[in-house]
């Protein structure tokens, strides 16, 4: 039951276009589209296959200090998966070692490798509220992936 609610929480970001930037987070400057880069949430075992689950993220200009950022979306500075699933990695990993943490996300069938587990679990990230479900630590950011509706196709 527990991959099922990580997989649908997953796969209901797939395809996601992240567009939202305000204004420059370096200056607070008037910012204007850019472009829209590829970004891969996670990857999921479908079939005993590595399938990845890629979103949009639009990037933008400033108009005064020229700098490039990107627009809101779930993911950490420095990370190369979503958020949800850095949270999952870090919250397992205060009990787990990095390869049996890697083991009980090919459980929820994710692909994350211990190396990737091992960096993410050695850097500071903000405080990550979990609840235990089924004996296992959950972060909250991952179960609410799956109260989003899938997108339009």
Known sequence: MLEA???SGVLAVEGRVFSRRDS??????????????????AVVLDDGRK???NVQ??????TDCGQVSPAQAPFYPATRL??????????????????????VAECL????????IRAYSRR???????????????PRS????SLLEPPPR
Do not use: N
Not at 57 to 62: A, G, N, T, W
Not at 142 to 145: A, K, S, T
């Open 5 to 7: 609610l990580v997989q």
């Open 57 to 62: 993220v639009r990037r933008f200009l400033c």
């Open 82 to 103: 979503g958020s949800p699933i850095v949270d999952l990695c870090v919250v397992l990993s205060r009990s787990m070692t990095p390869g049996r943490v890697s083991r």
């Open 24 to 41: 420059c987070p370096h200056c607070g400057g008037k910012v204007s589209g850019y472009d829209t880069k590829e970004r891969r949430f």
């Open 109 to 116: 069938s994710l692909a994350i490798d211990p190396g990737t």
């Open 124 to 138: 500071d990230f903000p405080d990550i509220p979990s609840d235990t479900l089924f004996g296992i630590p959950v």
């Open 51 to 53: 399938r990845p689950v």
């Open 142 to 145: 991952l179960i609410e992936l």
